[in-house]
């Protein structure tokens, strides 16, 4: 009686031992990391760098909203925020961010494909340095200009020379205008273009080292037909 009592304590004891180690892992996820490489990360769209101007109102002024300064990042988190905490940028048709970290396991590389992988995500890191800071100063001072204004109309409804309604509608048709400006500038135009380069070129890269049998498995990957 005594030993059936043990037993079962025993096999009880493993049960909430199994349950209690697969609950951790739920809660605690190991992040993928093997060889030097994190299968866990995140190619984004250049877009996602852009960011989007905020709509001011009578107490803010104009930022930027969902901006990345990097192109490989750790996933979005189940609350659906990036690593630092800021909203993910808004999904576009044929710009996914893409799970290159799920691609690479998949891939099985070698360990020399490995090492190149790693000097490709560094080579692209260094890409986007420049065209980063060209596209943070043109975008800073378009909304430095737009904030000068926003103070000239609040300005105005303080002295009463516009109403409320009159500044509301002002402040959203400056931002619309501030939005074209983003869209229109030559810098803004010409580091996005360099960023979607240093994107594709990482890419390329990758793909320049496949086996044929690796190259099956990234084109099904990419939707791409042979």
């Known amino acids: ?20 180690l697969t609950s951790c892992q739920k809660d605690n996820p190991v992040e993928p990391i093997e060889n030097g490489l994190d ?9 996602a760098m ?9 107490t803010t002024d104009f930022t930027l909203l969902n901006v ?15 690593p630092n905490g800021e ?18 396991r998949m891939l099985e590389l070698d360990s020399a494909q490995r090492e190149q992988v790693k000097i490709f995500a560094q080579e692209l890191e260094d890409c986007i340095k420049e065209y980063r800071q060209m596209l943070r100063e043109a975008q800073r001072a378009i909304i430095e200009n737009a904030n000068a ?34 869209e229109t500038d030559e810098d803004i135009a010409t580091a996005r273009q360099g960023l979607k380069d240093c994107h594709d070129a990482f890419l390329e890269n990758v793909k320049s080292i496949l086996t044929t049998k690796q190259l099956d498995i990234w ?3 990419f939707g791409i037909k042979g």
């Open 68 to 82: 990345y300064d990097k192109m490989l990042i750790p996933p979005i988190d189940g609350k659906g925020k990036g």
């Open 149 to 182: 204004q926003r103070r000239e109309i609040m300005e105005q409804l303080k002295t009463g020379e516009i109403t409320r309604e009159q500044a509301m509608q002002a402040l959203r048709q400056l931002r619309e205008e501030t939005r074209i400006a983003m």
């Open 87 to 104: 909203m993910p940028p808004k999904p576009e048709p044929n710009k996914p961010p893409f799970k290159i970290g799920m691609l690479l």
């Open 39 to 47: 299968y866990s990360m995140v190619l984004l769209s250049p877009e």
């Open 219 to 221: 084109n099904r990957f």
């Open 1 to 20: 009686m005594k030993n059936k009592l043990f037993r079962n304590i025993y096999v009880v004891a493993i049960l909430v031992a199994v349950l209690g």
């Open 50 to 58: 852009i960011g989007e101007v905020s709509q001011p109102s009578l």
